[in-house]
């Protein structure tokens, strides 16, 4: 699955939220032990910059919590009325 591809289809007005949605679920997440050391350090990273609604913010973010929470990440997707997102991500999952 192309994460940045993905990102790239977010609206700039949408991105924000998604960020905060992200990170929520990334945050909740009993699945914690699923997430590779690189990806935290590089979304901490991009936290202290203050750049998580970024391109490269955001496909980190969309990668770690399709890690932890896929159905979750989909449902965010959903809700936040992007739903062309939200069957590229279940498609992607199916592979």
Do not use: C
Request: no cysteine.
């Amino acid at each position: 699955m192309d994460y940045r591809t993905l990102v790239e289809s977010v609206p700039p007005a949408k991105r924000e939220m998604l960020s905060d949605k992200l990170v929520d679920l990334i945050l909740t997440s009993k699945n914690d032990d699923k997430m590779p050391s690189q990806l935290v350090g590089m979304i901490l990273r991009h936290w202290q910059q203050d750049v998580l609604e970024s391109e490269t913010g955001l496909t980190a973010l969309l990668e770690a919590s399709l890690l932890l929470e896929p159905e979750k990440t989909v449902g965010a997707f959903a809700e936040m009325e992007m739903a062309n997102i939200a069957d590229q991500i279940r498609e992607g999952l199916k592979s």
